[in-house]
T-cell receptor, first 115, second 113 residues
Framework: AQTVTQSQPEMSVQEAETVTLSCTYD???????LFWYKQPPSRQMILVIR??????QNATENRFSVNFQKAAKSFSLKISDSQLGDTAMYFC????????????FGGGTRLMVKP | KAGVTQTPRYLIKTRGQQVTLSCSPI?????VSWYQQTPGQGLQFLFE???????NKGNFPGRFSGRQFSNSRSEMNVSTLELGDSALYLC????????????FGPGTRLLVL
């Protein structure tokens, strides 16, 4: 079974600054995908970024980037130029390759962006 | 394309009753997964349907069941409701069957009194 751990229950950052959210996972699988999802106070879960484990290059999406360390089983999310709209719960998630669509989530990090 | 829709958005039931929640996936998506979100347990996988077949099931009692129709719409049913079933139930759809990116609906907030 896979486990996903987010060690920072809450974080805050000043608007326009950079913040990094941590995620570690445990698996015996070699092929998998990792995701960061964002859940704003309105509750709609939104995909932030996706990383394929077989790719060494870290994924980026505009102000969002990841630091994927496969050997260390670490998958952190960096948010640059933080905006008030980034205030949300952030969930790290894991899915095995070719095993259906069953996500395993971490406990989440509540991020507050302060003006 | 329209996103994932879930109905109803809010529901209040009493212990012992049963409830049915509905999920319409993004057009063309064939996989629907259900998750339960609670403050104590976080996000937990319930089950996944693909082409009307249940492919994966999480560690939930048999009171939780689901089905998928030929148009990919899915329903989940909880029988004999317990207080602990109070949660946000999220539905997610994905295009295919192999570790696809999942797109979530707004959820159904269930309160059991």
């Amino acid at each position: 079974a896979q486990t996903v751990t987010q060690s920072q229950p809450e974080m805050s950052v000043q608007e326009a600054e950079t913040v990094t959210l941590s995620c570690t996972y445990d698996t015996s699988e070699s092929n998998y995908y990792l995701f960061w999802y964002k859940q704003p106070p309105s509750r709609q879960m939104i995909l932030v970024i996706r990383q394929e484990a077989y790719k060494q290059q870290n994924a980026t999406e505009n102000r969002f980037s990841v630091n994927f360390q496969k050997a260390a089983k670490s998958f952190s999310l960096k948010i640059s130029d933080s905006q008030l709209g980034d205030t949300a719960m952030y969930f790290c998630a894991f899915i095995k390759t070719n095993a259906g669509n069953m996500l395993t989530f971490g406990g989440g990090t509540r991020l507050m962006v302060k003006p | 394309k329209a996103g994932v829709t879930q109905t109803p958005r809010y529901l209040i039931k009493t212990r012992g009753q049963q409830v049915t929640l509905s999920c319409s996936p993004i057009s063309g998506h064939r996989s629907v997964s259900w998750y339960q979100q609670t403050p104590g347990q976080g996000l937990q996988f319930l089950f996944e349907y693909f082409s009307e077949t249940q492919r994966n099931k999480g560690n939930f009692p048999g009171r939780f069941s689901g089905r998928q129709f030929s148009n990919s719409r899915s329903e989940m049913n909880v029988s004999t409701l317990e207080l602990g079933d109070s949660a946000l139930y999220l539905c997610a759809s994905s295009a295919g069957s192999k570790s696809e990116t999942q797109y979530f609906g707004p959820g159904t907030r269930l309160l059991v009194l």
